[in-house]
């Protein structure tokens, strides 16, 4: 059974640094696209970053590049989120997304067949 277990969420302040993980468990992330997306109150979901195929492809939202850093182990089976310098709007519950058909790392959460649970991050003074 396919399964995605997302943790490192937390308070941070602006400038700030968090890394989400992303723990998958009936599937080699190689084969799958997996992405972050993020949703903030009110607002409506929105693709962050992805990592694709055995190559690492990555995509960013113009919002986060050069702050967010995604990556992977495949010893350990788990997807990172590295984000430095956190600013006020990066406020949202993240979630972990993965699927066969994202083929060029697309950030439409609508081509993404599995999620996590999500995982709080807060950045507030």
């Known amino acids: 059974q396919l399964q995605l277990v997302e943790s490192g969420g937390g308070l941070v302040q602006p400038g700030g640094s968090l890394r989400l993980s992303c723990a998958a468990s009936?599937?080699?992330?190689?084969?799958?696209?997996v992405s972050w997306f993020r949703q903030a109150p009110g607002k409506e979901r929105e693709g962050v970053s992805c990592?694709?195929?055995?190559?690492?492809?990555?995509n960013y939202a113009d919002s986060v590049k050069g702050r967010f850093t995604i990556s992977r182990d495949r010893a350990k089976n788990t997807v990172y989120l590295q984000m430095n310098g956190l600013k006020s709007e990066d406020t949202a519950v993240y979630y972990c997304?993965?699927?066969?058909?994202?083929?060029?790392?697309?950030?439409?959460?609508?081509?993404?067949?599995?999620w996590g649970q999500g995982t709080q991050v807060t950045v507030s003074s």
């Open positions: 009936g599937f080699t992330p190689d084969y799958y696209a």
């Open positions: 990592i694709r195929g055995a190559g690492g492809s990555r």
């Open positions: 997304a993965a699927g066969p058909r994202a083929v060029f790392c697309q950030l439409s959460d609508q081509t993404y067949d599995y």
